[in-house]
């Protein structure tokens, strides 16, 4: 594995092809910010997918009924559906925990101070730091947690979340023709 090169402060990425070799520089105030909304987008996630499932088990019980039968590609579909639908929810409830793991470790003495008001100057720029992108952090600091970053997990969440609704789609067309 190739470790990234450290980014330096001075100079800032300016477009989106250097920030993937380099982290984004944050300030704690961001950081903090970025995970309320992680926190937000993952709850609403969760209850889609927590829906999904749901009209997936609903649609399979109506298919329980005499003179009702499935076709190997729906079942295929419902069974892939139902997969990935549960590991995107699993992914989910990580993510969500380690919002919680992560602030702790944040720290939130930079971020207690008041935003500058209107007309005033904003914080020097050290507040910035490449330390602050919290995308690159583990999810959690335990052992086996130090492997998966937390923008490794997201990634893995919104894939199984969109494959999982692609499959479910791909059922409920198979079914309802």
Known sequence: MTSRKRADPKYPPRSGK???????FASPRSAVEALSQIQEWGKWMAGIQT????GLGAILL?????????SD????CAFLSFLFLSLGLLFSSWVLSSVA???????LADTRRPAPAKGE?????????????IYEWPSFPWVGGN??????????????????????????IQFFR
């Open 73 to 76: 590609g729906e079942r295929t």
């Open 18 to 24: 250097e920030n993937i070799t380099q982290p984004v």
């Open 101 to 107: 793991s992560i602030s702790l470790r944040l720290g």
């Open 51 to 54: 829906a999904a499932l749901g």
């Open 62 to 70: 109506e298919a329980r009924k005499p003179g009702a039968c499935l």
């Open 121 to 133: 100057m904003p914080p020097t720029p050290l507040d910035e730091s490449p330390d602050f992108d």
């Open 147 to 172: 492997r998966v970053s937390l923008g490794l997990l997201m990634g893995a969440q919104h894939w199984s979340w969109f494959i999982g609704l692609v499959l479910l789609a791909a059922f409920c």
